[in-house]
């Protein structure tokens, strides 16, 4: 798991915590559509389904998954819109 240093700083963040699955996926779904190719989105999110959900998405839809870091029991999930 990278650390924080080692991912980009995110051009837009998304506030999930305290929505499960799907939600956290359908509310970066369309946070990223909105935003430009080439942009970095962090994901917050408390639903560890994330940690698996996110990845699987990305590949689905092309974007680029950057990684993960977890402070406690929220994680901080980064992805880089591809169009």
Request: aromatic share 8%.
């Amino acid at each position: 798991m990278p650390d924080q240093a080692s991912l980009p700083k995110p051009d837009e963040v998304l506030d999930t915590l305290g929505l499960y699955c799907p939600v956290p996926i359908w509310e970066a779904a369309k946070q990223i559509q909105r935003m430009k190719a080439g942009r970095v989105l962090e994901v917050l999110s408390d639903d560890d389904q994330i940690v698996d959900d996110m990845p699987t998405w990305c590949r689905r839809t092309g974007n680029e998954y950057l990684g993960l870091t977890q402070d406690g029991s929220e994680y901080h999930v980064f992805v880089r819109k591809s169009r």
